[in-house]
Each structure stands twice: as C-alpha cells, then as structure tokens.
C-alpha cells in the first residue's frame, strides 16, 4: 500500500524519551474509586446501584442510556458510598457513583466466551455494546456505534489509529511493544464485522520497532498489513489517517465510514479483545505519566476509578511543584484546576509542567508571514479567520471554512507572533455549533 503525504503538519519537540522504555507498571489504587457517568460522546449512563450496595470487580454499575451511550463497571469490589456530582478533569463537576475499595477485588462470574470463528456479527456488536467500549484515544465515541455504519458492506479499510503523534504520551507505543497479540487478535474480530475490508496498522516510523512486531506477527495475515507512516503531527488525526493510508479525503461534515474506511485506536482495539475474546469488559487501560516536574516518568496500568494524584505518586510525585498539568498531550490535551480526578476511559496521560511556556508568551500583532497557512493540515488561513473570530462575524467565519479546523493547534505552535490563534477560532466554532443548536 503506497503512503500519501498530506500538506502542513509540524515536528513539535517529541520529548517521548521521558517514558517511551518505561515497562508497564501495575498500579492498584488505596481508596475511593469516582467513576463519572458521562465518560464518553453521547448520553450519560443510568445508574443501576444505590447508596450502601456491595458491588464486585466487574458489576454493572450504570446501563447505557440509548443507543449512543455507554454502560460503566466497577474495577473493584467494594461499598457504593455516594452518587454524587464530583469534579472531572475538564474542571466541570459530573454525577459519579463513588465506591469504597475493600481490597479483595471480588469479582463476578465471567460468562465463559465463545470461539471467534462461531459469532456472527450481531454477536460481537452485542459484545462491544455491552463492555461499555468507547473511543479510548480521547474522543471516547462509543464503538459499537462506530461499528455500526450504515452500508456495512461498503467498508474497504479498518485502520488502527497506533501514530500516537501527540508529544510525551506512550501508552499506545508500550501497549503495541508489551501486547501486540493481544492487538492483532482485537483487529481480527473488528474485520470479522466487514467482510471485504483489509486491516490496517498505521504507525509513525519513529516506532520501529513496533513496526517490526507487528509485521512478523501478521506475516501470513491476508488481510492484514502494517504500514510506517512519517513522523509528523498531527499524523494520528482522523482526516490525516485516512489520507495517509488510503489517499481518500474527509471534511468535518464526514465520517470515515462515508469513504469506507473505520478507524480505531491502540487501546480500544485492546479492549475489544479484552470484551469479545475474554468475556471480560474493559476496567483499566494503559496511562502515561510524564513532564519536567515528575521525578520518574513513565507507564502504568491503572483502573477506571483510580484518583489521578495516585497515579502521580507512582511515579515518584513532583520533583519540582507543576506550574501546568495537562490531561493529554501538549497540543490537545486540557489543562486541569486539579489532579484529584478520576481516571476515566480516555484518560490516556497526564502530563505535569515545571513552566507554563505559552502563559510567559507575550503576542505581537501579526505579520503576515504565512506560517500559520503552511501547516495547516486542514489548509485553511488561520491568520484570517482569527480576525474574523475577533470581530465575531459568524457568517464570514463558516464561509471562510472555519468550521473545518480540527483544532490541532500546528498554527499557535508556529506563529512568531505568539497569537493564540487556536483558541480564538476554537471558541469562535463552539459558537457557531451552538447558534446551530438554537435554530
């Protein structure tokens, strides 16, 4: 399969030393558990237990509540002690159910799951619905409904999303080197659902050997190839995905299903297994603790539930205090108020900051330079539409195509001026989608 170079992109400081051989570390939590009904795209989940209740590893705690939704389990056994509203990491307070860990982790009975080969494709839907699996990358959309298009039999390509571009995070890069099977096995029920797709591995080629891995694994999978793309951000972004390993184009009214292609991240195609292969629902993923102001970066497993300032303390806590703790990476993370969060599904890394480098920024009026343009991956002339931002000219902005940015932040990060153009035309389309809302 040839590799079709898409325009813009930039070559931000990867900084991904700080945890990139770092094995996994098991990380078992101390106390109180948070899980957070709203963890992905789509309705909030429906608490199913009460105050009081004993729950096991593995109970339903919440059912999905319609079809995009999602159902939570407890990672631990233990005491429902509160549903409450409690505070997450985007700094907004979400209705939780809280649970008392008693530190036997009980677990419930699995249901024994049956061979691949005998589940038909209700089947495995069934499953996925049922685990609760949602976008793990950090969209968190739920992925039976990803799985489910229209024209199932239209899909050509199922591309697992494993380019991790964003700097610092290695959780996918260590999931790939220390499970690839696992990975292999999670893509194999995924094609099972779409009879003449080819899978698709697509990892930068700072990730060698990841890539050697994963071809000696699929070495004699027909349908299966794994594909270097160049290191470049924002490579891992959907649109930019798509392209690269199919040459075929999307635009923010699309969905890689409109040109026959699904697309997956590392850590939900894990958990797929974990859900179609094990029987088993998904209470933990892979999370990159990293920054200047950690003493000992690097990769843990940790449960859905566990307080993030655990997760911290694992890795040695601050060696200097953090003046910004990011949720996620760099260019598209959320700056946090607080790490006393709880890990969700797509908690995929926290990133801690002795300084806040884009805070000590001062702006200067813009020179034209055209920078900002050039690496564009969505090629729209982000110097103009900041203007119009500013002006609060809505209908020029969506002439402009403003609504197709897909907020990487390639133009703040090389803008000399130091002009936070993200941001403003960030904020400029959350005000169009919500005037669209009103309509």
Known sequence: MGIFKYKGGIHPREEKELSKDKEIIELWPKGELVFPLAQHIGAPAKVLVSVGEQVLRGQQLAAADGFVSAPIYSSVSGSVTAIEPRMSAQGSKVLSIVVENDGDYKEVAFAKPKPLHTLSKKDILESISAAGIVGMGGAGFPAHVKLSPKAPEEIEYVIVNAAECEPYI??????????????????????????????????????RDCVNILKELTKEEERIEVVALPTKYPQGGERQLVYATTGRMLNSAMLPADVGCVVNNVETLFAIHSAVIQGIPPMERITTVTGDAI????????????NQSELIEAAGGYRSAPTKVISGGPMMGTSMISVEVPVTKTTSCILCMTKDEVAQYKTTPCINCGRCIEVCP??????RLVKLADRADTAEFVKCEGMECMECGCCSYICPAKIPLKQSIASMRKIVLENRRRQ
């Open 170 to 207: 290695t959780a996918d890069y260590r999931r790939m080197l220390e499970h690839p099977k696992e990975l292999v096995e999670g893509l194999k029920v995924v094609l099972q659902l779409f009879d003449k797709a080819k899978g698709i591995f697509a990892i930068e080629d700072n990730k």
């Open 295 to 306: 003493t000992s970066p690097g990769n843990f497993k940790v449960l859905f539930g566990t």
């Open 378 to 383: 969505s090629r729209l002339a982000p110097n």
